[in-house]
């Protein structure tokens, strides 16, 4: 390491979160992110590794991606900037309208923000305003963010951490487990149930067949809403726009932030039906952003709703996830040590063997020039996301990588 890193690293510690560089550098990581391009991102120290945990879906366009740079450029020299979230803007208008027709079912609404926690809340908030309820459903250990609605739902002990935990919020139930969200819904008194359509930080556990489209029935004859929270999946990872279309289900309101900002520059939003946008006719101001729908994020989120909506994306995308399920599927059955391969698309979950078998790998993997993560409530389950244009080049290079690293765990 050069004594630049440490300096980094040193600082970092001082005045930013001391725990987190502790734990990373308990796993033995200590990264600090230089250069980055495309799949790509280089330590300090020069050290090369392709970015497959690509922040959730940040850089799911890779990194710096020439079209985004040059919508950025473009963004500035057109002479907008932040804007005023209380007037109308031509850019905010043709986004919404993008984010609006991209979606599935009816919706109507796009409400900004500038990440995707306060999209959540967003999202939680325009349920309670529709059905005039309060308790919202998640699943155990789910993952929505972490203001304070977000923060509240999902997994307790970090709801609680910060005293975010209610009764209203605390209501969760295992995913998959359709009996049980039938129970949690019998009272008719929930506002909303929000899922992931793909759970990231539980590791990826895929919706067995019908699970969702009958939690959306069961929400329709509660009289609840449907949260999709696409954060993580959305935006053509799964092949197609949104991972829920996979399954059938229009959901009253879709939440998606990450990869809506090209990586560049931070934008948000929760996409709406009549139903849940209904507050928006009645009080505007009811919620607002300063930084919600800026306008310079807006230039370029149009740039990443036109790439990800492009068809010979989504087709690329379906292609090279075929090749990866093959060779993904090869070294399982050559390796136990691999225990359960989960995808959709380039989402990809790997469970392996042992508790802290996925931490084991980050490690590994690490070692041997790939980046990717843990999932933070198993960590079993490797996260394991290429970027949307990986080629089968990458995918061959990223499976010699994951091979030479299973060997040296499972040893
Ligand atoms: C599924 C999901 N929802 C919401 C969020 C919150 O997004 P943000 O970190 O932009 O607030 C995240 C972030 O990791 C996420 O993975």
């Given at each position: 390491?050069?004594?630049?890193?440490?300096?980094?690293?040193?600082?970092?510690?001082?005045?930013?979160?001391?725990?987190?560089?502790?734990?990373?550098?308990?796993?033995?990581?200590?990264?600090?992110?230089?250069?980055?391009?495309?799949?790509?991102?280089?330590?300090?120290?020069?050290?090369?590794?392709?970015?497959?945990?690509?922040?959730?879906?940040?850089?799911?366009?890779?990194?710096?991606?020439?079209?985004?740079?040059?919508?950025?450029?473009?963004?500035?020299?057109?002479?907008?900037?932040?804007?005023?979230?209380?007037?109308?803007?031509?850019?905010?208008?043709?986004?919404?309208?993008?984010?609006?027709?991209?979606?599935?079912?009816?919706?109507?609404?796009?409400?900004?923000?500038?990440?995707?926690?306060?999209?959540?809340?967003?999202?939680?908030?325009?349920?309670?305003?529709?059905?005039?309820?309060?308790?919202?459903?998640?699943?155990?250990?789910?993952y929505h963010g972490r203001t304070g609605l977000?923060?509240?739902?999902?997994?307790?002990?970090?709801?609680?951490?910060?005293?975010?935990?209610?009764?209203?919020?605390?209501?969760?139930?295992?995913?998959?487990?359709?009996?049980?969200?039938?129970?949690?819904?019998?009272?008719?008194?929930?506002?909303?149930?929000?899922?992931?359509?793909?759970?990231?930080?539980?590791?990826?556990?895929?919706?067995?067949?019908?699970?969702?489209?009958?939690?959306?029935?069961?929400?329709?004859?509660?009289?609840?809403?449907?949260?999709?929270?696409?954060?993580?999946?959305?935006?053509?990872?799964?092949?197609?726009?949104?991972?829920?279309?996979?399954?059938?289900?229009?959901?009253?309101?879709?939440?998606?932030a990450k990869g809506l900002s090209g990586g560049?520059?931070?934008?948000?939003?929760?996409?709406?039906?009549?139903?849940?946008?209904?507050?928006?006719?009645?009080?505007?101001?009811?919620?607002?952003?300063?930084?919600?729908?800026?306008?310079?994020?807006?230039?370029?989120?149009?740039?990443?709703?036109?790439?990800?909506?492009?068809?010979?994306?989504?087709?690329?995308?379906?292609?090279?996830?075929?090749?990866?399920?093959?060779?993904?599927?090869?070294?399982?059955?050559?390796?136990?040590?691999?225990?359960?391969?989960?995808?959709?698309?380039?989402?990809?979950?790997?469970?392996?063997?042992?508790?802290?078998?996925?931490?084991?790998?980050?490690?590994?993997?690490?070692?041997?020039?790939?980046?990717?993560?843990?999932?933070?409530?198993?960590?079993?389950?490797?996260?394991?996301?290429?970027?949307?244009?990986?080629?089968?080049?990458?995918?061959?290079?990223?499976?010699?990588?994951?091979?030479?690293?299973?060997?040296?765990?499972?040893?």
């Amino acid at each position: 390491m050069n004594a630049s890193k440490d300096k980094v690293i040193e600082k970092n510690k001082r005045y930013v979160c001391p725990d987190k560089i502790r734990i990373f550098n308990q796993i033995g990581i200590d990264l600090v992110i230089g250069k980055r391009e495309g799949p790509y991102i280089y330590d300090l120290d020069g050290k090369k590794l392709i970015d497959v945990h690509i922040n959730g879906g940040t850089y799911n366009l890779g990194h710096r991606h020439p079209e985004i740079l040059e919508a950025l450029k473009e963004g500035l020299e057109m002479s907008v900037d932040i804007g005023n979230h209380h007037f109308p803007s031509p850019l905010r208008g043709e986004v919404a309208e993008m984010l609006v027709t991209l979606s599935p079912g009816e919706m109507k609404y796009c409400v900004f923000a500038s990440g995707g926690s306060e999209a959540v809340d967003i999202a939680i908030k325009s349920a309670r305003h529709a059905t005039r309820r309060k308790k919202i459903i998640s699943i155990d250990n789910g993952y929505h963010g972490r203001t304070g609605l977000s923060g509240a739902v999902g997994n307790a002990k970090s709801a609680a951490f910060f005293l975010s935990d209610s009764p209203d919020c605390s209501v969760t139930v295992p995913f998959n487990d359709i009996s049980a969200m039938k129970n949690a819904l019998a009272e008719k008194d929930i506002a909303a149930v929000i899922l992931e359509t793909i759970p990231a930080t539980l590791g990826f556990p895929l919706p067995e067949s019908g699970y969702l489209a009958e939690v959306k029935s069961i929400c329709e004859q509660s009289g609840s809403l449907f949260i999709a929270d696409e954060v993580q999946t959305g935006l053509s990872r799964s092949g197609k726009i949104w991972a829920i279309e996979h399954f059938g289900v229009a959901p009253d309101i879709i939440v998606t932030a990450k990869g809506l900002s090209g990586g560049m520059y931070p934008m948000a939003a929760a996409i709406l039906n009549e139903k849940a946008g209904s507050w928006l006719l009645e009080d505007g101001f009811a919620h607002v952003s300063t930084f919600g729908g800026s306008e310079i994020g807006c230039h370029v989120a149009k740039k990443v709703l036109e790439i990800v909506s492009r068809q010979e994306t989504l087709d690329h995308v379906n292609n090279i996830s075929k090749y990866l399920a093959a060779s993904l599927q090869t070294l399982r059955e050559k390796h136990s040590h691999l225990v359960e391969v989960r995808q959709c698309g380039l989402i990809a979950g790997l469970k392996f063997e042992g508790e802290i078998g996925a931490v084991m790998m980050s490690k590994a993997l690490y070692d041997n020039g790939v980046w990717a993560m843990f999932s933070g409530y198993d960590l079993s389950v490797l996260q394991f996301k290429p970027y949307l244009f990986t080629d089968k080049a990458l995918v061959d290079e990223l499976m010699e990588k994951l091979e030479k690293s299973i060997v040296q765990c499972a040893s």
